[in-house]
């Protein structure tokens, strides 16, 4: 069964770059896209955005200006940066499973606590 | 983008009662629709998708229906294992969005 584990710091400045990456077992990362989702108290579940190995992104448009993503397939992992973060960005962040297609989120990985502060 | 409603946002039921969730679209989504249930300190754990499609190892006693803008999900006898906080999801376009959540609460 595939698992997802996210890592990266769990405090970050304002104005700097949020990164994290989540490491993928038990499956190829060349089949399925691959999300970020935050969770936060005052704005529920939102998704950021997904990969395909080859490359190719889809973000969301109320976060695009400040995302990327990467992958390494050789490493099976793929990464997350959110540049010019602010309070509003301290959430749980997850990585996740996305099916081809229609984008089904299926298989999440247990989440990371950000918190941007000084 | 696509607003999803999840009414109510709290529920309160007891043990063996039957649950119903509803999650309104803003826009059609035809059978795009997925349920998600939460347990606090954890990831959400995919229940139900493409609407009424159980995902496998789920209990029967989950079940979804609907299609275009308006879902439910059904709990048909609450276990004690059930109290959680559900979402519904739309995958049919992007951004992909999720309701607000509904909390079910011990009575």
């Known amino acids: 069964q595939v698992q997802l584990q996210e890592s990266g710091p769990g405090l970050v400045k304002p104005s700097e770059t949020l990164s994290l990456s989540c490491t993928v077992s038990?499956?190829?990362?060349?089949?399925?896209?691959w999300s970020w989702i935050r969770q936060s108290p005052g704005k529920g579940l939102e998704w950021i955005g997904y990969?395909?190995?080859?490359?190719?992104?889809n973000y969301n448009p109320s976060l695009k200006s400040r995302v990327s993503m990467s992958i390494d397939t050789s490493k099976n992992q793929f990464s997350l940066n959110l540049s010019s973060v602010t309070a509003a960005d301290t959430a749980v962040y997850y990585c996740?499973?996305?099916?081809?297609?229609?984008?089904?989120?299926?298989?999440w990985g247990q989440g990371t606590l950000v918190t941007v502060s000084s | 983008d696509i607003q999803m409603t999840q009414s109510p946002s709290t529920l309160s039921a007891s043990i063996g009662d039957r649950v119903t969730i509803t999650c309104r679209a803003s826009?059609?989504?035809?059978?795009?629709l997925a349920w998600y249930q939460q347990k606090p300190g954890k990831a959400p754990k995919l229940l139900i998708y493409?609407?009424?499609s159980s995902e496998t190892g789920i209990p029967s006693r989950f079940s979804g229906s609907g299609s275009g803008t308006e879902f439910t999900l059904t709990i048909s006898s609450l276990q004690p294992d059930d109290f959680a906080t559900y979402y519904c999801?739309?995958?049919?376009?992007?951004?992909?969005?999720f309701g607000g959540g509904t909390k079910v609460e011990i009575k």
């Open positions: 996740a499973r996305t099916a081809l297609g229609r984008a089904l989120i299926d298989y």
């Open positions: 038990g499956g190829s990362i060349s089949s399925y896209y």
């Open positions: 990969m395909f190995y080859s490359g190719s992104t």
């Open positions: 826009q059609s989504i035809s059978s795009w």
């Open positions: 493409k609407a009424s």
């Open positions: 999801q739309q995958y049919s376009s992007s951004p992909l969005t």
